[in-house]
């Protein structure tokens, strides 16, 4: 059984209310969060951090867990978790862009229209809506994707 671990932040500007998204053309293509996998030795906060800096050029802080996307393969056990954080709390000029891809302020409302990357959609609620902490999603198995949110006690 492998376990990959990654992150992904929602950065919203306390003062319109606009969250900075990425439309990654590489891996995972389409439009999504910042963020990406945690270096030995790192700590999930550091790198959550790290990924916004070197997706975005911000410099955040004050990063709160809003939920875990835990993705169980069926058959071999593999895991691959994603920590998933929101913050107000940020400095800096916002990239036009990294190799990652565009990165820009949107509406949140607007991402509903968007070409978003495969299962961003079911990430959305965790950051979005109170009374969620982990999504579990099977995959593999020859059957489609699932999903369930398990609510917060």
Known sequence: ??????????????????????????????VTFPGGHVEPGESFTESAAREVYEETGLRV??????????????????????????????????????????????????????RLSEHFDMYLPLFFRDGYTEAVCRYGGGLPDEIFYQPAE
């Open 61 to 114: 802080s004050g990063l709160i867990p809003c939920g875990l996307i835990n993705w169980c393969h069926r058959e071999n056990g593999d895991r691959y978790l994603v920590f998933l954080y929101k913050t107000t709390c940020f400095t800096g000029q916002l990239l036009p862009g990294t190799e990652e891809g565009r990165v820009f302020w949107t509406e949140p409302e607007a991402l509903a229209r968007m």
């Open 1 to 30: 059984m492998e376990i990959e671990l990654t992150n992904m932040v929602m950065v919203q500007d306390p003062a319109t209310g606009r969250v900075v998204a990425e439309e990654r053309v590489k891996s995972w293509p389409g």
